[in-house]
């Protein structure tokens, strides 16, 4: 108990200045978690942050299946929603490849490219909770955050700036911002700094993204189970065979009920927001784990890594434009 109270009494406090400084609440998070990782280390908070940083985390991803309904799937149409699965893996495809490049570990391109491709920390959350056990996965957890929620809050401010310059109609400009940028937040704010029009239309778009966090993640254990069989030497496995987590299920029919039940908006807002302080709450306790020390040697190429990443689905999406007419 003492370490999730810990976490929860952190997490009110990002919110609180995520809220009067317009910073993302994850940022404000996941620092002031690393300020208290003293927490973590031999004292009666140490399980109840372990707690929060695993079962709370999981819960906030499921409730994520709230927020989206299969009609959101098809009032993109097929074009959109094809682009999007595309630009999904191959920025996945980039990262596993730079990350070779760069001598750095699969998982961490997976990680990173995941991240980037779907929805930013909370993608980082819910891939690095199924990936094997390392002692790096704390820090490179750590690390897409910290970046995804950088790149993130650029585009908010630049990504509306390039639409312009390219002269993109308002549809157009939806489906870049929402295409393109990492996380919900800062989709929003580019998204209504436009017109209200762009802001509902970038909104929707990033949100059928969200949706594919789920397949994505099976697919990722699809592969972990088949290396486990093959192998025992890659960096992506694990000694057993992982299972279907509880948190996908429950993000599936949660998803499902969304879809087929028209629930209050007092339900789906609640919902959201539950979601967004469990990952808030999760991302101090996750902060809490970490050691600033390992994260001050892993050095340029991680941020590069994710630069590249966030270039590629950019210029993929904007290249893609002209087809979506």
């Not at 994850?26 to 940083?53: N, P, Q, R, V, W």
């Not at 996945?92 to 990173?112: E, P, T």
């Not at 940028?181 to 969200?210: C, F, M, N, P």
């Amino acid at each position: 108990m003492p370490g999730i109270v810990v976490s929860m009494i952190t997490g009110f406090a990002a919110l609180f200045l995520s809220e009067h400084y317009g910073a993302p609440a994850m940022l404000f998070a996941l620092l002031l978690g690393i300020a208290l990782s003293f927490l973590y280390e031999d004292t009666k908070c140490k399980a109840g942050i372990e707690f929060t940083a695993c079962h709370i985390l999981r819960i906030g991803v499921a409730l994520l299946g709230l927020r989206i309904a299969f009609g959101d799937l098809a009032a993109l149409g097929w074009k959109t929603g094809l682009v999007l699965i595309i630009a999904i893996m191959s920025t996945i495809a980039v990262g596993m490849l730079v990350a070779k490049a760069f001598g750095l570990s699969k998982r961490f391109g997976v990680l990173s490219g995941g991240a980037v491709g779907i929805c930013g920390a909370s993608a980082a959350m819910a891939i690095s909770a199924v990936l094997p056990d390392s002692p790096e996965k704390e820090r490179d957890t750590i690390l897409t955050i910290v970046g995804v929620t950088a790149l993130s809050t650029i585009a908010m401010v630049v990504y509306p700036i390039i639409a312009g310059l390219l002269e993109l109609d308002p549809t157009s400009t939806s489906i870049f911002l929402g295409g393109t940028i990492h996380d919900v937040a800062q989709v929003v704010g580019a998204g209504y700094s436009v017109s209200e029009q762009t802001g509902d239309l970038a909104t929707l778009t990033k949100l059928v993204r969200v949706a594919y966090l789920m397949p994505v993640v099976l697919c990722i254990l699809l592969v972990i189970k088949l290396n486990v069989k093959k192998s025992n030497g890659s960096d992506l496995v694990n000694a057993k065979s992982p299972g279907v987590p509880g948190f996908l299920i429950a993000f599936a029919v949660l998803m499902t009920i969304n879809s087929l039940v028209e629930l209050p908006e007092l339900v789906t807002s609640s919902a959201s927001e539950l979601s967004r302080f469990a990952l808030v709450v999760s991302i101090t306790a996750i902060g809490m784990k970490s050691n600033l020390r390992r994260l001050l040697t892993v050095g340029i190429k991680p941020i590069l890594l994710l630069v590249i990443e966030t270039l590629w689905i950019a210029g993929l999406i904007l290249l893609s434009l002209p087809y979506l007419a």
